[in-house]
T-cell receptor, first 110, second 112 residues
Framework: EDQVTQSPEALRLQEGESSSLNCSYT??????LFWYRQDPGKGPEFLFT???AGEEKEKERLKATLTKKESFLHITAPKPEDSATYLC???????????FGTGTRLAVRP | DAGVIQSPRHEVTEMGQEVTLRCKPI?????LFWYRQTMMRGLELLIY????????DSGMPEDRFSAKMPNASFSTLKIQPSEPRDSAVYFC??????????FGPGTRLTVL
């Protein structure tokens, strides 16, 4: 069974204070690792897909990286508008469904 | 594109009543997923369809839950009879093959 563990559960940063969120996974035949952002009262918003170890993707202040066991979401010089819950999910060889972690709640103080 | 559309956005009902949630996926997406999100259990997959055919319904909690996809542009999730423990936010998502899933705004269900 595919498993995803995210850490920390919650993170408070000062504006401009860079940090990383961790997503550890166990999957049979990785067919994609996905990062989402979720704001309160809204659906998850797709950010990135990573397919193989060593792959990196960037969007504004966010950069996602992937190894064979985990993924990191690096946030550089965050702003208050980056405050949200960040979800990680994997798709394995068993089908087309995603297995989600429980997320990291990020709060960025001005 | 308008994205994934869900209705209603909020639903308040009494225990024992039937509830129907609706979803319109993004045009051209072959996959449709129904999720439930609660504080305790996070985001749980209930069922998903490929080309309007149910592929995996192992996440459907019990027989009170049913889902249909009569055509490529419409799906329903029905709960009959509803119970207070069904209170949650229900999301619909759609995707192209191998692509990321795009989520709708969700339906917040409260069963009294």
């Amino acid at each position: 069974e595919d498993q995803v563990t995210q850490s920390p559960e919650a993170l408070r940063l000062q504006e401009g204070e860079s940090s990383s969120l961790n997503c550890s996974y166990t999957v049979s035949g990785l067919r994609g690792l996905f990062w989402y952002r979720q704001d309160p009262g809204k659906g998850p918003e797709f950010l990135f897909t990573l397919y193989s170890a060593g792959e990196e993707k960037e969007k504004e202040r966010l950069k996602a990286t992937l190894t064979k066991k985990e993924s990191f979401l690096h946030i550089t010089a965050p702003k208050p508008e980056d405050s949200a819950t960040y979800l990680c999910a994997v798709r394995g060889s068993s089908g087309d469904k995603l297995t989600f972690g429980t997320g990291t709640r990020l709060a960025v103080r001005p | 594109d308008a994205g994934v559309i869900q209705s209603p956005r909020h639903e308040v009902t009494e225990m024992g009543q039937e509830v129907t949630l609706r979803c319109k996926p993004i045009s051209g997406h072959d996959y449709l997923f129904w999720y439930r999100q609660t504080m305790m259990r996070g985001l749980e997959l209930l069922i998903y369809f490929n080309n309007n055919v149910p592929i995996d319904d192992s996440g459907m909690p019990e027989d009170r839950f049913s889902a249909k996809m009569p055509n490529a542009s419409f799906s329903t999730l029905k709960i009959q009879p509803s119970e207070p423990r069904d209170s949650a936010v229900y999301f619909c998502a759609s995707s192209a093959p191998q692509g990321g899933q795009f989520f709708g705004p969700g339906t917040r269900l409260t069963v009294l």
